[in-house]
Each structure stands twice: as C-alpha cells, then as structure tokens.
C-alpha cells in the first residue's frame, strides 16, 4: 500500500482514495484492509449469467445489477466488501464507488471465502436495513440459497438444487439453476 502500508489503521477516507489507484481490490474491516484473490473459471461463468438473467428482468425498472466491481459499504460497522452480484433499487444510492442501500446481494462461494461468507458476511449484511434477500451461490455443485428477510425482521433460509427455479422474492425475480449455472463444468 506504499506509504500507507506503514500505517495500521485507515481511514475511509484514505481506504477510497486509495483503492481509486489500485489495481487489485480490497474489503475494508474496521481500518484494515485485505487483498481479494482472484476467482476461478467458474466462480465468473456463474457471476457473469447471473448479472446477464436479472439485468434483462430488471430492464426499465429503475433497479440497477452491479457486478463484484462495486463496493456495498455497511456504515454502522465500518465496513466494504466486493460481493459478486449486488442490486440496488434505491434512487439515493448512487455513490460512485460504492452502494449503500442494497436490496439483494449475491456472493459465489469459493474455498477460500465460503467459512467468511456463510458466517461473517451473513451477519454483518443483515445490518443494512435495505437488504431483503442474500444469496450463496456454490461453484462445486448446483446449488443455491437464499436467506430472507421477513416482515418481522426475522431470516428464513430456502434452498434450491438441481434444475429448480430460484425465486428472488423482494424483486420478484425468478432465474432458474439450469440459467445460473450455463456453460459452467461442475
């Protein structure tokens, strides 16, 4: 981080500045910042169809698909992190750089992330009051789930395998796993 790889602690401030000039991405936790990999041939067939099959539902609506490019920043905790697939449907959130009121949030599962996804990410994006559905999508097997936010606040789990529909309930979206997973080698 040249000059600032010295220092323990970043700022937001100094966090976007200083990934406006990288080349590879970084989450932010709390002023510490961490590389992100690369992912796997199949880890972007699946983010790719994805963003592909919701962008053409979403057409006109006034919701936009953003792909593991944008941040989503979960302010109370002083965090961003890159999901794969995010959507937004909030007129107010249009920060360059980063979302702020997401509504659905995607993240392909890797070996290497799946443990921080399924655990930490799961809790912390239920923080955002905007977000109605997160979804775990896995790149060894056809399968998906989908943790919902009720009425009540509270989350129910639904899990789809095989050849079955997805439903995105909040958007009212639908992809099928034949979709999400097209021309991806499991």
């Known amino acids: 981080m040249s000059n600032q790889a010295l220092k ?10 200083y990934e406006e000039l990288s080349d590879i991405r970084h989450e932010y936790i ?10 796997s041939r199949e880890h972007d067939l699946i983010s790719v169809n994805i963003i592909t099959g919701l962008k ?14 944008m941040k989503v920043r979960i302010k109370q905790l002083d965090l961003f992190y890159y999901p794969d697939v995010s959507i937004s449907c909030d007129p107010q959130d249009r920060q360059k750089y980063f979302l702020e009121s997401p509504c659905l949030i995607f993240e392909v599962l890797s070996p290497s992330t799946e443990r921080i996804d399924r655990h930490e990410k799961l809790i912390n994006y239920r923080e955002l ?18 943790y919902r936010r009720g009425d009540r606040g509270d989350w129910t ?30």
């Open 30 to 39: 709390q002023g510490q910042v961490y590389a992100m990999s690369g992912g």
């Open 56 to 69: 053409t539902q979403l057409r006109g609506s006034g919701c936009r698909v953003f792909s593991g490019n």
């Open 8 to 17: 323990s602690v970043l700022t937001v401030e100094e966090y976007l500045h």
């Open 129 to 146: 009051d905007s977000l109605q559905e997160y979804v775990l999508v896995s790149q060894t097997e056809k399968k998906v789930e989908v």
């Open 157 to 186: 789990l639904a899990t789809f395998v095989q050849n079955e529909i997805v439903e995105f309930q909040s958007l009212g979206l639908q992809l099928s796993l034949s979709d999400i997973y097209d021309e991806v080698e499991l």
